[in-house]
């Protein structure tokens, strides 16, 4: 959500106009599956990032005039919040980067302005800590995470969102901060393994209240029906994913 604030760099949904923190250090084109070339991104000013916290607050209120029920605010997998929390991708040296607590201010000031426009009890945060999608690096998402979750954990809101982290400590340590729900998508299950069973009942032991599917969904339109009678799945086509025609998109 958030016009260009959903733009990834270096990656499939390139911006031409980069909304994006200071000059970074991920080489152009880098990722091997882009489809445009990418583009260097430029600081942006203070009063653009404030443009951007507002864009998103008007958003969530639209998708709720729309007749949604909530909103999930995307900080993982590459998109601009994330760029913020990478040391890589956020050189800034003024409020808005330069330390843990000055990478993590834009994502909690849009959680913020999100919950305010809408109600904390319909806004959830997806994070994925040490994720290296388009080229970010994170030399110490204990730090980063830990204060981006301590400082959330009286906000009330309705979730936050985990793509596990593969260390054990810290997916333990973030689920032992957060006061509320934790949603989990699993990224270590075996490969090939549509319904991740054993890893989700691994994590609901360890305080998950709720295991997300993604790619299981998209092969399988009856996903959860399949789960509950055992039947077979269909394997998820990669190619049509993101972007391109029905095939591997719609035509399971």
Known sequence: MGGEAKRRLGGFFESRSA???????????SWC???TAAVRPQALTHEEILHIIDDFARSAARAMAAGLDGVEI????????HQFLAENANRRTDD???????RIRLTVEVVRAVAAAIGPHRVGLRISPGNQFGGLTQQDPDTTYTA??????????????LVETGRADLDDRIRALWPSALVVT????????????????????????????????LANPNFVERLRVGAPFNAPASHGLYGGDHRGYTDY
């Not at 981006?148 to 969102?161: S, W």
């Open 148 to 161: 981006l979750v301590e400082e959330l954990t009286q906000d009330n809101l309705a979730y936050l969102h």
């Open 186 to 217: 699993l990224t270590f299950a075996r490969p090939g393994d549509v319904t991740k069973a054993d890893a989700a009942n691994a994590w609901l032991r360890r305080g998950a209240e709720v295991i997300a599917f993604g790619r299981g969904f």
């Open 33 to 35: 599956r882009s489809r």
């Open 96 to 102: 808005w980067g330069g330390s843990p607590d000055a």
């Open 74 to 81: 995307h900080a993982a997998n590459g998109y601009l919040l």
């Open 19 to 29: 909304t994006a923190p200071p000059p970074s250090a991920a080489t152009p084109g």
